[in-house]
């Protein structure tokens, strides 16, 4: 843990890394949850491997290191016996991960409050009861929005996914950004443009292929075909780890705050905002290139 910061909660804990042994080319997929990870994930693996019918597997093949509940020494010899090119997920914020000169860092971005919204939909979709009261069924009193402003970004908070979270996972990734194995992908610019977030990975790895099999990378990637083959899709998908592998992928939609949230919990989340990041950061984090 040297020269990183704790992150211990009861799911994740950032000290499982010490295990690893990072390799030159490895890939890591680093976000806040439910900001598209399993997709960044899902193109990650179909660009390592050129192949559209590849089978992701992602919490065997690409595992969730963090996370508390696979006994870490039994992980640490999986990815040690890998003898194709490695990627790896992890919740935990960039200054809490090793950093390595050329290994490949991809962190993921989504609007806060879609963020939010997602994972009150993920909740209520996981047969884990670790965070229901700060995601209460049926919440009357507004309890999951004011633990959203109100929760720190660390510990048993940052688990819970407040807004500190978000805002501390992407201080610590733009504190980075000038680093060439360290880019900076948005949610909205996968909806708006899978194609060309597609080429910008695909260069940013080192892996280039034909344009016909990107084409059929890029299709194999989008949203409705990954819901429709979500027991494929879905981290441990087919294994009854959800309540529904279709209901994890949700609608995928952008804005879907909007009209759910009350005039003062937004006003609320704005002055937050506004508080913690330039009017350029705050406009990038909620829109990516758009905003």
Not at 56 to 74: A, C, F, G, N, T
Not at 166 to 171: E, G, T, V
Not at 267 to 282: C, F, I, S, V, W
Request: net charge negative; aromatic share 10%.
């Amino acid at each position: 843990m040297t020269h990183r910061k704790l992150y211990l909660g009861p799911l994740t804990d950032n000290r499982r890394w010490d295990m690893v042994t990072i390799r030159p080319d490895d890939v890591f997929v680093v976000t806040p949850p439910k900001c598209g990870t399993t997709w960044m994930q899902t193109i990650v693996a179909l660009l390592l491997s050129g192949d559209p019918e590849v089978e992701p597997e992602l919490s065997v093949k690409m595992p969730w290191v963090d996370i508390r509940i696979r006994e870490m020494s039994d992980v640490a010899a999986r990815l040690e016996a890998m003898t194709h090119r490695r990627s790896m997920k992890s919740h935990t914020p960039m200054d809490g991960l090793p950093l390595h000169d050329q290994a490949q860092y991809i962190c993921v971005f989504r609007h806060p409050l879609d963020a939010h919204l997602s994972m009150r939909k993920h909740m209520r979709n996981i047969p884990m009861p670790w965070f229901d009261h700060w995601y209460p069924e049926d919440d009357v009193e507004g309890v999951t929005f004011r633990r959203f402003l109100d929760g720190g970004a660390e510990g048993f908070d940052g688990d819970a996914m407040p807004l500190a979270h978000i805002l501390q996972h992407y201080k610590a990734a733009k504190a980075l950004s000038d680093r060439p194995n360290v880019s900076l992908f948005h949610y909205a610019d996968m909806k708006r443009d899978l194609a060309g977030v597609f080429a910008s990975l695909s260069h940013q790895l080192g892996t280039p292929h034909p344009q016909d099999v990107m084409e059929r990378l890029v299709e194999a990637a989008t949203f409705d075909h990954m819901k429709q083959n979500a027991d494929r899709y879905a981290p441990s998908g087919g294994k009854g780890f959800f309540k529904s592998d279709t209901a994890f992928f949700q609608s995928g939609t952008n804005g879907q705050w909007q009209g759910v949230l009350s005039d003062a919990e937004v006003a609320a989340y704005d002055a937050m905002m506004d508080a913690h990041l330039t009017p350029e950061d705050r406009a990038w984090l909620e829109n990516g290139a758009a905003g």
